[in-house]
């Protein structure tokens, strides 16, 4: 009869157990995910030129273009993945040689020519024939990785992850 009893509170006791390990777990999974989104949260905070978070000037004429510039090859990058040409040539981008940046001192003196450089390679691409569309977009996106190190490191790694990888 005891031995009976001593292998019920035995088996409860495997069952508590059981239990807390499964809350363990759980609750481990859910601070990890809590990381991965701070991980996300800081890595588009650090998407901009300068450490300061406010610019007192509003966004700069060059920093929303470049917003723009983002968007439209994140859209391009989906539709030259479907084998898609893209539309017309955006011409508002050649605003990027005299578009105003956040500090004067941000565009030295080899900002003209990267930017001259990414404008032959968007250009290259909006006339480029169906089986080089991936490699002359990834060309794009390399253009504007080049300008970013000298004069923008900030978002570089936001604007790598527009490359397409096969
Ligand atoms: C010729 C140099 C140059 C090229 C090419 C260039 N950028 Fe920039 N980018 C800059 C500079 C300079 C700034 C900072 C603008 C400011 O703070 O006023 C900037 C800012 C940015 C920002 C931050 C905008 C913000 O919200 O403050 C993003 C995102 C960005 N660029 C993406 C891109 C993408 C995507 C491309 C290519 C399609 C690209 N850039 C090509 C120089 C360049």
Same mark, same amino acid.
């Given at each position: 009869m005891a031995s009976k009893q001593m292998a019920l509170l035995l088996k409860n006791k495997f069952f508590v157990i059981i239990t807390l390990l499964c809350f363990v777990v759980l609750l481990s999974q859910c601070s990890n995910k809590d990381k991965n989104l701070s991980k996300e949260t800081t890595q588009?905070?650090?998407?901009?030129? /300068?450490? &300061?978070?406010?610019?007192?000037? =509003?966004?700069?004429?060059?920093?929303?273009?470049?917003?723009?510039?983002?968007?439209?090859?994140? /859209?391009? &990058?989906?539709?030259?993945?479907? =084998?898609?040409?893209p539309d017309k040539f955006p011409e508002e981008f050649l605003k990027i040689h005299t578009a105003k940046p956040t500090d004067s001192e941000t565009k030295k003196a080899s900002f003209d020519g990267f930017a001259a450089n990414y404008l032959d390679n968007l250009n290259t691409l909006y006339h480029s024939p169906k089986e080089e569309l991936t490699q002359n977009y990834n060309a794009v996106i390399n253009s504007c990785v080049s300008c970013h190190s000298e004069h923008c490191p900030g978002p570089i790694k936001a604007i790598k992850k527009l490359t397409i990888t096969k």
């Open positions: 588009k905070d650090t998407a901009t030129c /300068s450490s &300061k978070k406010i610019n007192p000037n =509003g966004d700069s004429e060059l920093a929303l273009l470049m917003r723009k510039m983002l968007q439209s090859s994140a /859209s391009l &990058k989906e539709m030259i993945k479907q =084998g898609k040409l």
